[in-house]
Each structure stands twice: as structure tokens, then as C-alpha cells.
């Protein structure tokens, strides 16, 4: 176990959006945040996404060594430049997650990666949790609890997460710590860019719809939106977390509507996950702090702040930023890790008690034959 001091740790994150590796550095002791470092972003090439859209859904062993080069080489070349810096955190691509079922798999090396870098990589970090009957997802709201605390909240808020997939932490920073009970509630609200980036590469061969643009023009179709909240996750219970492709069905629902209508209809449908995920608040939060790609959408925050009876404001309104707010939760994770405290709890995963994921790989150490894991 590592000594209780502040670390500067890179974290690095590559989201189910398929778009690029964010890594960015946090000195931190695991507990705190005393500071932020430099931050940077590696897109993919639209061949690696090709490449790594078609590994979707894999597990090891099933024809993924062209998608783990592309993760290695992605990474190795995102991490290289950054110096002084004392642990990395390595999420990998996820290419498929199954809680209740075959596990998880975040493509990735990390005894690749250390020795490529020389600097020891604290990876896998959802699996152990998978093990303990935790849902493995997620597991930013321990950091979001730390930024809680960095803000000096002092009352209960919430961050969601618009990636992909979104996520919501509730997060009452009264509490010492992030596992103490009532702490953390955090869960997978459903769909968020993931289905209105495949819309859009696949009717417009663009990535996404930039500003919201084509949204703005269309109009939602309420029948759609209503057959879409009668998927059954939305009366689960949290915690709950969600594969990427779990709600591919739901671009069928809008496979007949003309191009910005089926677009405004998939950024409603996302927008409602959001609203039936906040009736699991404990409490109503003060502020809702949005983070994540989907926050820079104003037709999709519009929606949540008509909808919301709390501010509804990007996390950059309190000093944070949210292109990287992912990569500094594995950066801040990774020293959690180090240091044997719990990066998950049963408010966050469902887990059965706290529990610390993550292996450690040290630069020293023999590189394997092959990688990528579980």
C-alpha cells in the first residue's frame, strides 16, 4: 500500500462514443483532489473506428487482436508525451459487458502498456467488482463524490455522464466518504449519443449531430418515445448498468421517420432515460452537472432543463472540465487502487460490500504473449 500522499496520476478513457482516448492527469491522494494537471485527446481515425465498431460485442479469443492494436497503439501514443507522473489508470475500450452474465471485457494491455511507458498502470478495474455480484458500472461516482467535495458542495447534487451510454451519481457530499451508506446512488440512466451517433453516420455519414443542428429541425414522435419507456430497465431499481448496443432497438422505433425527426426523436428518448432516472434520487438534488460529449448538444440540455425542476448546468460552470472528467476518475481510481480503498460499493454497483478493483502492472514485469482481458 502506497503512502497517503497526494500522486500525479494520467488516467486515460476511451467511451463507448468510439470517437478517441481522453487522458489527463489529477494529483490526488484517492481521497482528494489537490490539483489538476495537463490533459490531452487522441481521436480515433475513421478506419480505427471501422475497425473497432466491428469488434463490438466480442470477448476474448473471438477475433480481437486488430481491435487491441489499435486500442495499444491509440493509447501508447496518447500517454507517451505526459512526464513526472507516477501511476496510470487505464480503462481500455469496452467492447461488450455482461454483469449477469459472461462478465465484462475492456479491451486492453496494461503489462503492455507499463512497459511501453515505464510507469506502473493500474488496469481491469471492473471485473473484480463483477465478481462480488456488483454490476461493474459504474464507477466515476467515487470520483464525483471527490468532486463534491473540491467544489465545497454542501448539499446533495447530481452529476450525469452523457457519453454513450449516460450514467447519473447522486452524490451527498455530507458524508466522510464515498461508501459510508447514502453517500452515492449511481446507475446507467439508458441511452445517450450512442444511437443518435449511429443515426447520423448511417443516414448522413456524419459522427454525430454537431450543436444539436438536425435535432432542432425535427420534431419528437411522441408514439415512438412512448414504446421506448416501456422498456422494462426503466422499473428496475438502480443500481443497473447497461451494454452499449442494450437499447439498439430503439433505432427501429424511428426507422421510418425522415432524418431530423428520427434524430430529434432519439435526443427526446435519451432526455426521458435522464427524467425516469432522477425519480431514484433519494433526494432532489440542488444542481444537476452534466459532463460527457451530450452536454455540448443545447437541444438535449434544453430538454432536461424544461423538464428538471433543478439547475441543469455543464460541469464546467464549477471550475471542472468534461471532456476529461472521465480520464481523471480512472486517474483518481488508480491511487484508490494503489492504495487498497474501495473503488465501488453497493450504492454504486450493487456490489455486496466495498470492494477495490483493478490490477496492478509494474514496468518490470514480463510482458505476456498476447493481451487483452476480461
Known sequence: MLNAKPMR??????????????????????????????????PYSAQEQTVLSAALGRWPGEDVDEALRVVQTAHIEALAGFHGVDLVGFHGQTLAHEPQGRGTHQMGDGDALAQAL?????????????????????????YHFACAQWIGAEAPLAFLNLGGVGNLTWVDPRKATPDEAGALLAFDTGPANAPINDVMLERRGEPFDRDGALARKGTVAQGA??????????????????????FKDMIGLVGELDHADAVATLTGMSAAAVLRGMEHCPEPPARLLVTGGGRKNPVLMEMLRVALECPVEPVEAVGLDGDML?????????????????????????????????????????????????
Not at 418515445?225 to 442494450?246: G, I, N, V
Open 118 to 142: 515505464g510507469v506502473p498502470v493500474v488496469w481491469d478495474f471492473r471485473s473484480a467488482d463483477i465478481r462480488f455480484g456488483g454490476e461493474g458500472a459504474p464507477l466515476a461516482p467515487f
Open 326 to 374: 472521465e480520464a481523471q476518475a480512472f486517474a483518481h481510481l488508480a491511487v484508490r487502487v494503489a492504495r487498497g480503498l474501495p473503488t465501488s460499493c453497493p450504492g454504486t454497483t450493487g456490489v455486496r460490500a466495498g470492494v477495490s478493483g483493478g490490477t496492478i502492472s509494474r514496468p518490470d514485469q514480463e510482458t505476456p504473449a498476447s493481451g487483452g482481458r476480461a
Open 225 to 246: 418515445l412512448e414504446l421506448f419507456l416501456d422498456e422494462p430497465y426503466f422499473l428496475k431499481m438502480p443500481p443497473k448498468s447497461l451494454d452499449r448496443d442494450a
Open 9 to 42: 496520476a494520467l488516467g486515460a478513457m476511451s467511451g463507448t462514443s468510439l470517437d478517441g482516448v481522453d487522458a489527463a492527469v489529477v494529483e490526488t491522494d484517492g481521497e482528494r483532489i489537490y490539483g489538476f494537471g495537463d490533459s490531452l485527446y487522441r
